[in-house]
C-alpha cells in the first residue's frame, strides 16, 4: 500500500493529499511528529520534513513538488500540470507564488505562530508576525481574485497543481479560522474549484481558536463557550476522539432516549406495571445476592 507521511497543518502534505485522490490513487496516512526526529522517519527523508511518500514498489520520495512531478509524470491519466509548455510554466510559477511566497507572508505567520508554536512549546505567538499575516492575506486574495476574474482557473483554462496549491495553504488558514470574512470564500466564491473530487479534501472549519491553561495536576477548565456549544454540565463526560488527521476532537458522552429504541426485544405481549414491578424486584434481588457471594 502507498503510504504518506504527513502532519496535519502542513499545507504541503494537504496539497499531495489532493493529488492523490485526484489521480484516485489508493494510499494510507501516518502522522509523523517531525519534532520528534525519529531514526526510522531521518533514514527515509534526512532533511526531516513532510511530506513523503513511499510507493508500493519502495520508492521513496521527499518534498512536496518532487512528490507532485513525480506524480504527475508516472500517473499521468488525470494531467494537473498543463497541457502545452506556456500553460505548464505558468503553473510551475503560481505553484513556487503560494508555496514560498503566500507560505512564507501568511502561512508561516499564522499557522506556525498561531499553532505550532503553541503545540511545540516554542514560546508565546510574535503579535507582530500575526499582525503581518493578516495584513498579506488581503494582498494575496485581492491577487487570487485578478486571476480568477481573467481565467476560468488560476493558471488557465483546466483546473491543475496551481489551484491544489492554493486551496492547500487556504484550507490551513480555514482550520485556525484565520481568512477574514470580508474576503471572499476561495472554494465557495471561486465555484469553478468547487470540483465534486476536490471539495471533500478541502475542510473548510470556521471555529475560532480558544485556549486553556493545563495546571501541574493535569486538569482543565474547559471554557465557558465549549461548555454551552457542548451543551455540557456538572457531572457530564466528555471523550476524546483522534481523527485521521491527528486532531482531537472533544465529544460529549451521551446517548438519547430514542438511539436506545429497538435495542431490546419487542416483549411477545403488553406487561402490567405490576409485572414490570415484580421484574425489577427480581433483578435486585439477584444483584443483592450475588455480591453477598
Given at each position: 500500500m502507498r503510504t504518506l507521511y504527513h502532519l496535519w497543518l502542513s499545507p504541503f502534505a494537504r496539497k499531495i493529499r489532493i493529488i492523490l485522490k485526484e489521480k484516485h490513487l489508493d494510499f494510507e496516512m501516518k502522522i509523523e511528529k517531525v519534532w520528534e526526529r525519529r531514526p526510522e522517519f531521518l533514514a527515509l527523508n534526512p532533511?526531516?520534513?513532510?511530506?513523503?511518500?513511499?510507493?508500493?514498489?519502495?520508492?521513496?520520495?521527499?518534498?512536496?513538488?518532487?512528490?507532485?512531478?513525480?506524480?504527475?509524470?508516472?500517473?499521468?491519466?488525470?494531467?494537473?500540470?498543463?497541457?502545452?509548455a506556456a500553460a505548464r510554466a505558468e503553473c510551475r510559477r503560481l505553484i513556487s507564488w503560494f508555496d514560498l511566497k503566500f507560505n512564507r507572508e501568511v502561512t508561516h505567520n499564522l499557522v506556525e505562530e498561531k499553532m505550532m508554536?503553541?503545540?511545540?512549546?516554542?514560546?508565546?505567538?510574535?503579535?507582530?508576525?500575526?499582525?503581518?499575516?493578516?495584513?498579506?492575506?488581503?494582498?494575496?486574495?485581492?491577487?487570487?481574485?485578478?486571476?480568477?476574474?481573467?481565467?476560468?482557473?488560476?493558471?488557465?483554462?483546466?483546473?491543475?497543481l496551481a489551484d491544489i496549491a492554493a486551496a492547500a495553504h487556504m484550507s490551513s488558514l480555514d482550520y485556525l479560522g484565520d481568512r477574514p470574512s470580508t474576503t471572499p470564500i476561495w472554494i465557495s466564491d471561486v465555484r469553478r474549484l468547487a470540483d465534486p473530487s476536490f471539495s471533500p479534501y478541502h475542510a473548510v472549519r470556521r471555529s475560532a481558536?480558544?485556549?486553556?491553561?493545563?495546571?501541574?495536576?493535569?486538569?482543565?477548565?474547559?471554557?465557558?463557550?465549549?461548555?454551552?456549544?457542548?451543551?455540557?454540565?456538572?457531572?457530564?463526560?466528555?471523550?476524546?476522539?483522534?481523527d485521521e488527521d491527528g486532531r482531537i476532537v472533544l465529544a460529549p458522552v451521551r446517548i438519547s432516549i430514542r438511539a436506545l429504541k429497538g435495542i431490546l426485544p419487542a416483549p411477545k405481549r403488553a406487561l402490567t406495571l405490576k409485572e414490570m414491578d415484580e421484574a425489577v424486584a427480581a433483578g435486585a434481588l439477584r444483584h443483592f445476592r450475588r455480591r453477598k457471594t
Open positions: 532533511a526531516g520534513e513532510v511530506p513523503v511518500l513511499v510507493e508500493p514498489d519502495g520508492t521513496t520520495l521527499a518534498d512536496a513538488n518532487v512528490i507532485a512531478e513525480y506524480l504527475e509524470e508516472v500517473y499521468p491519466d488525470r494531467p494537473l500540470l498543463g497541457a502545452t508554536k503553541r503545540f511545540l512549546g516554542l514560546g508565546e505567538p510574535s503579535s507582530q508576525a500575526i499582525r503581518a499575516g493578516y495584513a498579506n492575506i488581503r494582498y494575496h486574495l485581492d491577487y487570487i481574485g485578478y486571476l480568477v476574474e481573467r481565467r476560468k482557473y488560476l493558471a488557465g483554462d483546466e483546473f491543475g481558536m480558544i485556549s486553556a491553561k493545563l495546571t501541574s495536576k493535569g486538569q482543565i477548565t474547559i471554557p465557558k463557550v465549549v461548555r454551552d456549544r457542548l451543551k455540557l454540565g456538572t457531572g457530564d463526560r466528555i471523550q476524546f476522539v483522534t
